[in-house]
């Protein structure tokens, strides 16, 4: 069975430093993984997609994201967090519509 | 393009008061999804459907009902409501099922049970 691990469910970061969320997954293949950013009172949207290739998949709003295949990690980075950047961020493993997220982690950026 | 639009927004529901959620897309989507979004689970699949007058459980489908009389719309209903419903609902919807496709959420529809 395909499962996601956030292990961090609260960050809290300041304005201008890095962020590094971490992704665990399990699936029995080749997985496909995604990064989904909710910021408050609205619906996910896509920030990035892994699912072959390089494996470091730049995405929207300046993230970035490095698959490990050896350690089942997807992590997703930004280098200078902005105070937009506050809100919930979701990894997902799966293929199509069978997708399965993780439980999320909450970043509060401070001034 | 409005993309994905659900309604309602919010809703208030005694127990056992029956309601329906809808959810529409504009962008041709054969595959179309209903989420429920809790505390500290992220996002579990009641139902999806993968065409016009398809439907198929997912992982959490009991207590709710689904239909797919048009393509753009995908319905979610609640026949007799629970206070353990109490969650926020996204609808989604994709393409076709490449495993790469994304899924495109809506805003959202916020759901209390007494």
């Known amino acids: 069975a395909q499962s996601v691990t956030q292990p961090d469910i609260h960050i809290t970061v300041s304005e201008g430093a890095s962020l590094e969320l971490r992704c665990n997954y399990s699936?029995?293949?080749?997985?496909?993984l995604f990064w989904y950013v909710q910021s408050p009172g609205q619906g996910l949207q896509l920030l990035l997609k892994y699912f072959s290739g390089d494996t470091l998949v730049q995405g929207i709003k300046g993230f970035e994201a490095e698959f490990k295949r050896s350690q089942s990690s997807f992590n997703l980075r930004k280098p200078s967090v902005h105070w937009s950047d506050a809100a919930e961020y979701f990894c997902?493993?799966?293929?199509?519509?069978?997708?399965?997220f993780g439980a999320g982690t909450t970043v509060t950026v401070r001034a | 393009n409005a993309g994905v639009t659900q309604t309602p927004k919010f809703r208030v529901l005694k127990t056992g008061q029956s309601m329906t959620l809808l959810c529409a897309q504009d962008?041709?989507?054969?595959?179309m999804y209903w989420y429920r979004q809790d505390p500290g689970m992220g996002l579990r699949l009641i139902h999806y459907s993968v065409g016009e007058g398809t439907t198929a459980k997912g992982e959490v489908p009991d207590g709710y009902n689904v239909s797919r009389l048009k393509k753009q719309n995908f319905l979610l209903g609640l026949e007799s409501a629970a206070p353990s419903q109490t969650s926020v609902y996204f609808c989604a919807s994709s393409l076709d099922r490449t495993p790469q496709d994304t899924q495109y959420f809506g805003p959202g529809t916020r759901l209390t049970v007494l």
């Open positions: 962008m041709n989507h054969e595959y």
């Open positions: 699936y029995g293949a080749t997985p496909y």
């Open positions: 997902a493993v799966g293929a199509g519509y069978k997708l399965s």
